[in-house]
C-alpha cells in the first residue's frame, strides 16, 4: 500500500495539481528545512540557494503539514501513532494528549519537543 498520510489527503484539484508537493524552482524541489510551531510553518529552501529568496515558509494547514508527508521524520511519527491508537483506541475520552499525556497539548506542538 505503500505510504499513508497521517492527515487523509483527499484528492481535490488543488492536491491533483500537485499544490501539496514542496515547493520547486528551476534548480529542482526545494528541501525541508524545519518546522517552527509558533508560526504554524514549516520552512523550504531552494536546493542550490540560487532563489531568492532562497527559502520560504508555508503555512501549515491541510495540503502542507509542519511535518513534510515522506520523510523519515514523518514515517517515524506515523508508525509511532499507529501504535499509540492501536493500543489505546485513539485520543482518550479525558482529552489527554497520546503523546505526553498532559491536557490540551496539542500533538503537534509534543512532536518537536
Ligand atoms: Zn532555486
Known amino acids: 500500500m505503500g505510504i499513508r498520510p497521517v492527515v487523509p489527503l483527499r484528492m481535490t484539484p488543488a492536491v491533483k495539481a500537485g499544490k501539496a508537493n514542496p515547493p520547486q524552482c528551476d534548480h529542482g524541489t526545494w528541501t525541508f528545512a524545519g518546522s517552527d510551531t509558533k508560526r504554524g510553518a514549516s520552512k523550504w529552501r531552494c536546493p ?51 503523546r505526553c499525556g498532559c491536557v490540551g497539548c496539542r500533538e503537534l506542538r509534543c512532536m518537536w519537543t
Open 48 to 98: 542550490t540557494g540560487e532563489c531568492v529568496p532562497a527559502s520560504v515558509w508555508v503555512k501549515a494547514g491541510r495540503l502542507h503539514t509542519l511535518i513534510p508527508r515522506g520523510t523519515d521524520r514523518w514515517k517515524a511519527l506515523y508508525h509511532q501513532r499507529g501504535a499509540v491508537e492501536r493500543g489505546s483506541a485513539g485520543r482518550s475520552t479525558s482529552g489527554r494528549c497520546s
